[in-house]
């Protein structure tokens, strides 16, 4: 039987928590400030519920959001946020498979059901 020292057990159990619920890697919900998502680059954004605006794409009728928000970066420090869409649009399909954090704050808030 092969011994591994504990370190080694719970380092991996911490990986797999973090990386293992959509939950978390999906984002959270602040009571304040809405719903959350941290960045790959350490920025947090937060979105509130009312200011996200989803619709139907004109012409190809995928779901489409734009978003506002507050961006905090590493040392907490506050700044007004706006979504960048796709091909210099301000709206974002939310039709990817990896969709940006203005569709997943949209789903959260059941914004995409229409």
């Given at each position: ?18 990386t ?19 960045t ?33 970066d ?41």
């Open positions: 039987m092969i011994k591994i020292p504990l370190k080694y057990l719970l380092g991996a159990f911490a990986v797999v928590s973090i293992g619920s959509d939950a978390i890697a999906q984002g959270y919900v602040n009571a304040n400030k809405g719903f959350c998502q941290k790959d680059n350490g920025y947090e954004i937060c979105i509130k519920e009312e200011n996200i605006i989803c619709r139907k794409h004109p012409y190809n009728n995928k779901n489409e959001c734009k978003a506002s928000g507050i961006s905090t590493l040392v907490g420090e506050e700044k007004h946020w706006i979504n960048s869409g796709d091909y210099n649009s301000d709206w974002n399909n939310c039709t990817y498979k990896n969709p940006p954090i203005t569709c997943i704050a949209a789903r959260h808030f059941g914004k995409l059901n229409f």
